[in-house]
């Protein structure tokens, strides 16, 4: 069975520094979808980012960028440049190739970016 | 735009009194959750739909049942509510890889709040 653990509950940082969000999983699977999604608070929940296990190439949206680490099933956000509208849950998934789309979570971690 | 629409916002329902919540996408995904959230939890998945195929999640109680009557439309019915149920529920859909172009993320709804008296 897949598990998708974030080691962090919650961060901390000031307004503009670049912070880190740490999120490991557990596979034997070797294609796989992994999630970084964003909930802010009473809103809705939308995809910050989108990494597929077969690309080496770690994925970037704007100021948001992923560190994946497949050898060590590691698949870290980077935001940079935070703006207090990061303000939010960051919640790492995973899911695999051909699953029944079953998403499988971490526990999330709470992002706070301070003025 | 497209998107995914939860109807209501918020809800209060007795104890022991049926509600429905309701879905709606003008995405045209073919598949349809339903997550369960509580407070600073991750969703916890119910069920879903891939087309009509009904799927359901080992650990979802009986008293949570679905509906799909077309495409654009999903409804959560809880036959019984319970004070355990009160939390957030949401509806996502994300379109089949199997139709030969990339699985895309789920989308998600703004959710129903639950509460339950």
């Known amino acids: 069975a897949q598990t998708v653990t974030q080691s962090q509950p919650e961060m901390s940082v000031q307004e503009a520094e670049t912070v880190t969000l740490s999120c490991t999983y557990d596979t034997s699977e070797n294609n796989y979808y992994l999630f970084w999604y964003k909930q802010p608070p009473s809103r809705q929940m939308i995809l910050v980012i989108r990494?597929?296990?077969?690309k080496q190439q770690n994925a970037t949206e704007n100021r948001f960028s992923v560190n994946f680490q497949k050898a060590a099933k590691s698949f870290s956000l980077k935001i940079s440049d935070s703006q207090l509208g990061d303000t939010a849950m960051y919640f790492c998934?995973?899911?695999?190739?051909?699953?029944?789309?079953?998403?499988?979570w971490g526990a999330g971690t709470k992002l706070i970016i301070k003025p | 735009d497209a998107m995914v629409i939860q109807n209501p916002r918020y809800q209060v329902t007795q104890f022991g009194k049926p509600v429905t919540l309701s879905c709606s996408q003008t995405?045209?995904?073919?598949?349809m959750y339903w997550y369960q959230q509580k407070s600073s939890q991750a969703p916890k998945l119910l069920f879903h739909?891939?087309?009509?195929?009904?799927?359901n999640e080992a650990d979802t109680p009986d008293n949570f049942q679905s509906r799909r009557p077309n495409t654009s439309f999903c409804f959560l019915d809880i036959r019984s509510p319970g004070l355990g149920d009160a939390a957030m529920y949401l509806c996502?859909?994300?379109?089949?890889?199997?139709?030969?172009?990339?699985?895309?993320?789920?989308?998600f709804g703004q959710g129903t709040r639950l509460t339950v008296v």
């Open positions: 996502a859909t994300s379109r089949d890889r199997l139709a030969g172009t990339p699985l895309r993320e789920a989308f």
């Open positions: 739909y891939y087309d009509k195929d009904f799927n």
């Open positions: 990494q597929e296990a077969y």
């Open positions: 998934a995973f899911m695999k190739f051909g699953s029944n789309y079953q998403l499988i």
């Open positions: 995405l045209n995904h073919n598949v």
